[in-house]
């Protein structure tokens, strides 16, 4: 059973960072295409960023493009996304996921 764990999460005032950690478990991200999306509040969930499992590429919002780093370490299992930069409009509920397994979601609020 795959299962996504999200962490990292919290406040931090605008132009702040934050970097975000997705550990899997039962399956390798090496053969897995792992994606950030994040859920503000009254609107859609929304695609942040991309790392395909077949190259080394990576795909972004452009709300996020030059502020938000996606990358992956997988000895470890874990896809990151770093976060600078952060403004107010960042604020919303982030997950990762793996095909069509999801996290639970971790909480960034971005606020003075």
């Known amino acids: 059973q795959v299962q996504l764990a999200e962490s990292g999460g919290g406040l931090v005032q605008p132009g702040g960072s934050l970097t975000l950690s997705c550990v899997v478990s039962?399956?390798?991200?090496?053969?897995?295409?792992m994606v950030w999306f994040r859920q503000a509040p009254g609107k859609e969930r929304e695609l942040v960023a991309r790392s395909r499992w077949y190259a080394d590429i990576a795909d972004y919002a452009d709300s996020v493009k030059g502020r938000f780093t996606i990358s992956r370490d997988n000895a470890k299992n874990t896809v990151y996304l770093q976060m600078n930069s952060l403004k107010p409009e960042d604020t919303g509920v982030y997950y990762c996921s793996a095909g069509d397994v999801w996290g639970q979601g971790t909480q960034v609020t971005v606020s003075s």
């Open positions: 039962g399956d390798t991200i090496r053969r897995n295409t």
